[in-house]
């Protein structure tokens, strides 16, 4: 089974460059083979707003195979309709990049396509996707108000032509999705789940993880993102529809995860502001790792989402260690809480189980 290599910390750039040397990405690259690289530039918004990615994950891509003799790299991408391309390159810090290291950006909306027969029905693909000898995603983990996550299946929605993503729409995207990632599978998938957003595609209520994992398979970088967000398989009909199709497997066990460094390497987060303030507002946090904290944020937006408030304080954080406290506990620094819920970090289904039942 296709390991998962997960990482914590704070610097986009390093950490890329760190998942990529451990899973010797270089030697699973075609000799002379062109990379394009495919990140999340849905609009022109900021990566600190949990809707673009972090420019450097691409600025690692670039660095670790120009390092191993890859000079054939393009970035290529379109945002949603609606949007330029070119605009969300440039306030995403994805076109200062570009810039630096000489490396040309494609925006796929002016690009060619070609019709591929998909087990759904025949699809208009961008000739560039389709064309790389080895396709890099670099999605953003985060909430969809349509589609409840996005992550690396739909980020391959970038690669079609705005008239099909329109189509997309109108099919209601679960089977659009689903039947593109049959036909348009990444050979490798590098996730940016440093603060997506809680909700929503386009950003404004981003978490703090500082956490990047890595995956060869789509659909099982998929089924994980899932976890981490505190949803099942069956929120996200698509995941089990390209399994279904051939693009993948749903499977995600422990012993497929390698972490390269533990959460509290990614400690700190900013302070909250809108929905996740609101929903933080009784939390007691003394020295919170993100990722914790994060699992907690995503586990009370679940029960938000069930109409479910939970009264009185919560306590996450480090600094709990060995204290008592009289309410419900988060991870399992928190052990002597008079209730906790272990893990480091706990998954967010966890979290939103245990606050469920105090």
């Not at 002379?32 to 600190?48: C, F, I, R, T």
């Not at 000489?102 to 759904?120: H, I, N, Q, S, W």
């Not at 659909?219 to 693009?247: F, K």
């Not at 303030?277 to 946090?285: D, F, S």
Request: charged share 25%; net charge neutral.
């Amino acid at each position: 089974m296709a390991a998962i290599y997960e990482i914590f910390g704070t610097d986009a750039h390093k950490m890329t460059l760190a998942l990529m040397e451990a899973a010797r990405v270089a030697e699973r690259i075609p000799a002379g083979a062109p990379v394009a690289l495919k990140p999340n530039l849905v609009l022109a918004g900021s990566p600190e707003d949990g809707a673009t990615t972090h420019p450097g994950v691409i600025s690692g891509c670039v660095e670790y195979l120009r390092a191993n003799g890859v000079e054939d790299i393009s970035v290529i991408e379109s945002a949603w309709v609606g949007a330029k391309t070119e605009e969300a390159a440039a306030k995403s810090g994805c076109a200062q990049v570009c810039r630096r290291y000489g490396v040309p950006f494609f925006d796929l909306k002016r690009d060619k396509t070609r019709t591929v027969e998909t087990p759904l029905r025949p699809m208009e693909i961008c000739c560039r996707a389709l064309d790389a000898g080895f396709l890099i995603d670099l999605p953003v983990l985060k909430g969809h108000c349509q589609t409840a996550m996005t992550c690396a299946l739909k980020n391959c929605k970038g690669c079609i032509p705005d008239r099909e993503k329109r189509r997309f729409h109108t099919e209601g995207l679960m089977e659009p999705i689903a039947a593109l990632a049959a036909v348009l599978r990444p050979a490798l998938t590098i996730v940016d789940s440093i603060c997506g957003d809680l909700n929503f595609e386009e950003g404004g209520n981003p978490v703090q993880t500082n956490h990047m994992f890595l995956g060869w398979d789509p659909v099982r970088v998929d089924a994980y993102g899932c976890q981490l967000l505190g949803l099942s398989l069956e929120d996200v009909p698509y995941i089990g529809l390209a399994e279904r199709w051939g693009a993948g497997s749903a499977r995600v066990e422990l012993s497929v995860i390698v972490r390269l460094t533990e959460p509290r390497e990614g400690a700190g987060f900013p302070a909250a502001a809108g929905l996740v303030k609101e929903l933080t507002r009784n939390v007691r946090p003394d020295s919170a790792c993100s990722a914790c904290y994060a699992a907690l944020v995503r586990g009370l937006y679940l029960l938000r989402e069930e109409g479910v408030s939970v009264p009185g304080e919560i306590a996450i954080g480090q600094g709990w260690r060995g204290k008592e406290f009289s309410g419900p506990g988060i991870g399992t620094c928190c052990a002597m809480a008079r209730e906790y819920v272990p893990g480091c970090p706990p998954k967010a289904k966890a979290v939103a189980d245990f606050l469920r039942k105090c």
